[in-house]
């Protein structure tokens, strides 16, 4: 029997995964994909989190997390096309335009 | 073994290979194939855990919007051809050592916190409860929800606009 440990072990996993993306992609699609592992993650938390105390609320927080993340990403990918019509890359180091 | 513990360890293995394949590959396009298959192996995490409804939305919004969305992205912004579409990664040590850091405080508090609680009954059909809840106690967010997406469409609309 899969108890509850295990998932969030997991999650705990594919969350790591998805900062080290984060930290260590310079693309900035790149970036975003590492931020969409870390999402699913915290989606699994609460479904397990939902599924073991009977408790429906998790997955409803779920549908708002995925829907919400929906919109993060196509705004996000708008930024990325906008920066890149601009200043025809994408990469994060190269974009430093608000350094001082 | 039960076909759910099996069911576990395959998605389980499935989706850790598939998520550390999305963050090494140094192919963006096939990074963006991995998550597709990462995403639809949290779809399967979702299934062992009695949400078919959670399931299906994972297929229709991750699975099918968010990938097509990030192909479309990287199409616009890589040439296809050639070297441009590899790219490096950074601090390779340095990220290794923070994310394992990370895992290792979670798990830390994994360990320490009272977890092992007994799996209940699932209480009738879990598709129709999501949807009286949606209309009933969460029915203002689920109202805000779509105040948001609309906010998010004209904001994409007016970042991705082509120049007037």
Not at chain 1, 76 to 87: E, K, Q, T
Not at chain 2, 36 to 53: E, K, N, R, S, Y
Not at chain 2, 98 to 122: C, D, H, K, T, Y
Not at chain 2, 130 to 155: D, N, Q
């Amino acid at each position: 029997m899969i108890g509850l440990s295990s998932y969030l072990v997991l999650a705990a996993l594919v969350f790591s995964i998805g900062l080290f993306g984060v930290l260590t992609r310079r693309n900035a699609v790149g970036i975003l994909l590492g931020i969409e592992l870390m999402l699913n993650a915290v989606n699994i938390n609460l479904v397990a989190f939902a599924r073991f105390h009977g408790d429906l609320t998790g997955v409803i927080f779920t549908l708002f997390t995925i829907s919400i993340t929906v919109a993060e990403v196509a705004v996000g990918l708008a930024i990325v096309i906008a920066i890149f019509r601009v200043r025809r890359t994408v990469e994060a180091d190269r974009l430093d335009l608000l350094r001082g | 073994m039960t076909v759910e513990t099996v069911g576990f360890w395959v998605v389980a293995t499935v989706l850790l290979a598939s998520s550390l394949a999305v963050v090494l590959t140094p192919n963006l396009f096939h990074a963006v194939l991995y998550l597709a298959a990462a995403l639809v192996a949290t779809g399967a995490i979702f299934l062992l855990l009695d949400q078919p409804f959670l399931f299906a939305v994972q297929l229709l919004l991750y699975a099918g919007g968010v990938v097509t969305i990030v192909v479309f992205a990287i199409m616009l912004t890589e040439r296809l051809v050639g070297e441009r579409i590899r790219q490096t990664s950074r601090h390779l040590i340095n990220g290794a050592i923070v994310s394992a850091a990370v895992f290792a405080g979670i798990a830390g508090f994994l360990l320490r916190a009272p977890l092992a609680m007994p799996r209940p009954e699932q209480a009738g059909d879990a598709t129709a409860s999501i949807g009286r809840a949606l209309v009933g106690p969460f029915a203002v967010t689920f109202e805000l929800l779509g105040v948001l997406l609309v906010t998010a469409l004209i904001g994409a609309l007016y970042f991705a606009r082509g120049e007037e």
